[in-house]
């Protein structure tokens, strides 16, 4: 009875002590520790049910914040609190159980430190995560005169935690865990705290219980004492001690492999927060060549511009960095002839740029090839036989009506300067139209005038013609810009776009004699707009925004034309997917 009374009196003593003090300085530092697993845990339940970590930032004493991509609300949202009292009970349960608290602590450290090196992104996280995880881990091979109470002092520290949180959440309602919970998941919030609460003391209970069953004398006599972990020199043993000192670095092995094959664990489940050195884009540019899709520049939701040149391959899901662009930009032409892309114009937020440039997709080198007749971006370019046209855009001031006519070099032909003229004219100006070459036409499709209006036009051009002029003019069901236009031999179709909103819309359009016609097929699985649609090996590909699961990836749907099916890729990348 006196090793339960000790116990219970040191462990009562800490959490009246934790409970009275706990908006004060001193307990600050300790505070953070369980902010951060905390936060950890929400992480964790969002690998673990299919979703994604973007990063986690502890903010202070009394806050932090993880940004998720997916995940089941329910666990998710619950992890936190419910993660942290069940660490909490069984750091207390394990009672005078040395063994267990010292695989404990080594349990802790890592996951501290494997949640701070792959998520935390703010400089506090950072030093404090990885100071109280290489501190932890220490504890699992050296032990100190605290060792043996300060498991005990965690567990209590993580229970006061959740428990003063739940109760504060239910005098003070305010946006927590289980508001956001109970919105998403549409439960009352009363339920969720009562849920919480419930769970909390009954693991709490339930780690009392076992701790003091364990301090019975039966299972004292049972304790491995620390010095039979501890690993010495060879120069300290004696011959009597041979073989402890053989068992003792067969067991350093051990336990070495365990934290390794720990970390690789936590790698793994993060990887899709590691190893990623693109980032999900929006008005880039996209054309296939050979065997493999390039992607250009194109700039993210913060307004971020880039100027990489991605080469991707679905078929085996890969990603790789070939070139880079003279500067970041967006809103580039962009098509392919032969195994040569070209990229015209483009805008980076203040300049419009006027030059041509090509990749040669053999070489992977990417070099100016001649200049446009002044600034363009948010034009349409397409190639048709051994010439390029772009058509309409922005020069910076106005939107344009020209149609331009580059002659491109064969593949083994000399890449000399090119020279673009005026091929012929829209019949008004427009920009953020889609082009595309069907059965010896051109056609133009939708866009916005000068005035900021959005056309329903499909205007059709004869590249054959020494002048391009419009031989006719259909419409779309309705008015939009920003879109996705990909030409088979069966139609023309043009992928989702943006008509105040983005739209998940798509069209089949017909040419024949009799004139236009736009048939409507099964829609995207999102509203997407600012993408672009390319086919290759008789497969299409829609490349660009961002995957709806892995926020941080590009996206890359594969599409079926013939019934509409959709199927989102995630592509991998160094070692991992």
């Not at 067969?250 to 927060?273: E, G, N």
């Not at 391009?468 to 043009?494: D, E, F, M, N, W």
């Amino acid at each position: 009875m006196k090793a339960r009374e000790a116990w219970l009196l040191r462990n009562g003593l800490a959490a009246a002590v934790l409970a009275l003090a706990w908006n004060t300085v001193p307990i600050r530092p300790l505070r953070v520790l369980v902010v951060l697993i905390h936060e950890v845990f929400h992480a964790l339940a969002s690998l673990v049910s299919g979703g994604g970590v973007l990063s986690i930032e502890v903010l202070s004493y009394s806050s932090g914040v993880t940004t998720l991509a997916g995940g089941s609300p329910l666990l998710v949202y619950s992890a936190g609190y419910l993660g942290t009292a069940l660490l909490g009970s069984v750091l207390l349960a394990a009672g005078p159980l040395a063994r267990l608290k010292r695989f404990l602590y080594l349990g802790v450290g890592v996951l501290v430190l494997a949640g701070t090196l792959l998520a935390v992104r703010n400089p506090f996280g950072w030093a404090y995560g990885l100071a109280v995880g290489v501190l932890l881990a220490v504890l699992f091979f050296r032990e100190y005169r605290f060792s043996g109470w300060l498991a005990d002092f965690l567990g209590v520290l993580c229970l006061v935690d959740v428990l003063h949180d739940l109760a504060v959440f239910s005098l003070f309602p305010s946006k927590n865990d289980a508001s956001i919970l109970s919105q998403s998941a549409g439960l009352p919030y009363g339920a969720v705290l009562a849920a919480w609460a419930a769970l909390v003391l009954s693991m709490a209970a339930a780690a009392l219980y076992v701790a003091w069953r364990n301090l019975h004398p039966r299972f004292q006599e049972r304790k491995p004492e620390w010095e039979d972990f501890s690993f010495r020199r060879s120069a300290e043993m004696s011959i009597q001690d041979e073989g402890a000192g053989a068992r003792g670095r067969i067991t350093l092995i051990v336990y070495l492999s365990l934290l390794a094959a720990a970390v690789l664990l936590a790698a793994w489940s993060a990887r899709f927060v590691l190893f990623q050195p693109w980032t999900a884009r929006e008005w880039a540019g996209a054309a296939a060549a050979g065997d493999a899709i390039y992607l250009f520049g194109g700039r993210d939701r913060a307004g971020e511009n880039y100027a990489e040149v991605y080469r991707l391959q679905p078929r085996q899901l890969r990603i790789r960095r070939v070139a880079s662009l003279p500067s970041p930009r967006f809103g580039m032409g962009v098509a392919a002839h032969g195994r040569r892309i070209y990229v015209l114009g483009g805008f980076d937020g203040r300049t419009v740029y006027d030059d041509i440039l090509v990749l040669d997709t053999r070489t992977g080198g990417l070099t100016p090839a001649g200049r446009l007749p002044g600034p363009r971006a948010f034009g349409a370019a397409v190639t048709a036989g051994g010439e390029l046209y772009y058509a309409g855009g922005w020069d910076g001031e106005r939107q344009l009506d020209e149609v331009l006519r580059i002659r491109l070099p064969g593949d083994d032909g000399p890449s000399g300067p090119l020279e673009a003229s005026l091929a012929g004219r829209l019949p008004s100006p427009r920009e953020f139209a889609a082009a595309a070459f069907h059965h010896g036409r051109l056609y133009v499709l939708g866009g916005s005038d000068d005035r900021g209006g959005y056309l329903d036009e499909i205007v059709e051009l004869d590249p054959a013609a020494a002048s391009l002029s419009a031989l006719r003019v259909g419409r779309l069901p309705s008015s939009r810009i920003r879109c996705a236009v990909l030409s088979t031999p069966q139609a023309i179709y043009l992928l989702g776009g943006w008509e105040g909103r983005k739209v998940d819309q798509v069209l089949a359009i017909q040419t024949g004699e009799e004139g236009f016609q736009a048939r409507e097929l099964p829609p995207l699985p999102r509203p997407l707009s600012d993408i672009a649609a390319v086919g290759l090996q008789d497969e299409v590909y829609l490349v660009g925004g961002t995957h709806e699961r892995f926020q941080r990836q590009i996206g890359l749907l594969r599409w079926d034309p013939a019934g509409g099916g959709t199927e989102s890729l995630k592509l991998r990348n160094f070692l991992v997917w």
